[in-house]
């Protein structure tokens, strides 16, 4: 069984949220607010980066958030990078033919490859019509490699890391520190597993792509 391995690290900044019981003797239903969110992507290395707005509601009839004003300044040189509306295809993994309008606004900044560099903090501004704006700041993580499945130097335009495993065989993974991120994603691809399925008496019915892709969160600093 031939494995295909991916790697991402993230630096992102979620909200704890907690939870307890209670029991509800009224319930009062807030008016839906019209809240934008920004999906901002930073990529260390790529000349594109993608800014992603929609609506949490349908207030205008739409989720699109068009006439948006973004800009990412680099903290320390003043670089500014400036995004401009375009298709949802840089932004989205899979589109339709016809974009629907309940979807949201791509935008995208094109710049030089070393436009956005690892342990670097950028600032990010994004005005909206009403007067309205939307502030954050991040620091891009630094780069990091796969140390095991152990594989060869990596070289831009070469194949993702391939490894055969018999089966019954368990895969460790390990990686080194990535500066700045807390969490890390994995993505394997595993050809062949279904074959064996079959061949063990499984039933495993005929699919249109004959793999099995798995993608796994591994959440802290440490490999």
Known sequence: MRNRIVMRALAVLLPALAAGGCELREVTLAE?????????????????????????????????????????????????????????????????????????????????????????RYNLSIALPGDRRITGSTVVPGDFRLLQPSVAEERPGAPVPVCRLDPGTVLEMTWSHSTSAWAYIGEARLLGLLEALRAAGEQVPAQEKEYVQLVGVAVGGAD
């Not at 000349?47 to 004003?69: E, F, I, K």
Request: glycine letters at 8%.
């Open 32 to 120: 839906p607010r019209d809240i934008v969110v920004a999906e901002v992507m930073l990529r260390a290395g790529e000349r594109v980066q993608t800014a992603y707005l929609h609506r949490t509601t349908g207030l205008h009839g739409s989720a699109r958030v068009c006439d948006a004003v973004i800009t990412v300044v680099e903290d320390g040189t003043g670089r500014t990078l400036e995004f401009d509306a375009a298709a949802d295809s840089l932004c989205l993994a899979e589109t339709s033919v016809r974009p629907s309008s309940n979807v949201g606004t791509c935008y995208v900044a094109v710049g030089s490859a070393d436009a956005v560099r690892p342990g670097t």
